[in-house]
């Protein structure tokens, strides 16, 4: 049975993820990793970055997320990886470093059929998009801006290759969290970082990450998801901003709080520290 790193030294040599992710946990990995219950297989219904997934040691995983299209790249690059890089690689240069190319690739992204295609096109996407943020509008349309980069971002492909050799004991999964969650048998872990509520409303969620967004209503079923879980003796560890809201659904749970660097938000009021909860049923 193995479990995650112990050792911050352990955390810190772990395989960088992939893609920017916004709410990527790898500023804040070895707290997450030090919580952690021991288990055989690591369920993540929300597998975002793989932050988590690439810094921790199951023997096996299985990981979702309700984004198709971020499952679809993970799979791809999995089982796909040669065509992918190939098919990648033309996108890496000068010629797409501008506003006119990103709004090309991103309105074809809107109307690709072509599982590969749209994989590369995500790929791009995220590397010369506005901080690695994933957002769709109402219409399920991907609407991140350019995000200017200063010179022609580097196709990750140390990054690729070490997810594809970890990825061999994992199963990506496109779906809802409800649906992973019943999976797990005693011997699983779940590890689940939802969309957090926003630190302004306390009330609300992040909205943007699926054109159907994660209302109160989801999170509260998260929350129960996790207590009936742990009624059968699978540990669920939940993030979410430290508010009353959070403490409130998760009553029950052993709570700890961490301070986590925020950079995402274009209003510079809005970044900096922000006080995270790590809410643990068992």
């Not at 997810?163 to 699983?188: I, W």
């Amino acid at each position: 049975m193995h479990t995650h790193p112990e050792s911050p030294s352990a955390a810190a040599s772990a395989s960088k993820p992939p893609l920017k992710w916004a709410g990527g946990k790898s500023r804040i990995i070895e707290e997450i990793l030090r919580r952690l219950p021991a288990g055989q297989r690591l369920i993540e219904p929300f597998v975002g970055g793989a932050s988590v997934f690439l810094a921790s040691r199951y023997d096996a995983y299985l990981l979702g997320d309700s984004n198709h299209h971020l499952i679809d790249l993970y799979n791809s690059i999995v089982h796909r990886f040669d065509e992918l890089v190939a098919a990648t690689s033309m996108y890496f240069a000068e010629e797409y470093r501008n506003k006119e190319r990103y709004v090309e690739v991103r309105s074809a992204f809107n109307r690709e059929q072509d599982l590969l295609e749209r994989s590369v096109q995500f790929l791009y996407l995220n590397r010369f998009g506005f901080n690695g943020l994933c957002r769709y509008n109402r219409s399920g349309e991907f609407n991140v801006p350019y995000g200017n980069p200063g010179r022609v971002p580097r196709l990750p492909l140390e990054r690729m290759a070490a997810f594809r050799e970890k990825a061999a004991r994992a199963t990506f999964v496109a779906g809802d969290f409800v649906d992973l969650m019943r999976q797990a048998v005693p011997g699983d872990v779940v590890y689940c970082d939802p969309p957090y509520f926003d630190r302004g409303t306390a009330t609300k969620s992040f909205t943007g990450y699926s054109a159907s967004g994660f209302s109160l209503g989801r999170q509260r079923e998260l929350a129960e998801m996790a207590r009936t879980l742990a009624a059968r003796g699978i540990p669920v560890l939940i993030s979410n901003h430290d508010c009353e809201v959070a403490r409130s659904l998760y009553d029950g749970a052993e709570f700890h709080r961490l301070e986590a660097r925020r950079s995402i938000s274009a209003d510079a009021s809005r970044r900096g520290s922000a006080i995270e909860l790590l809410a643990l049923f068992t």
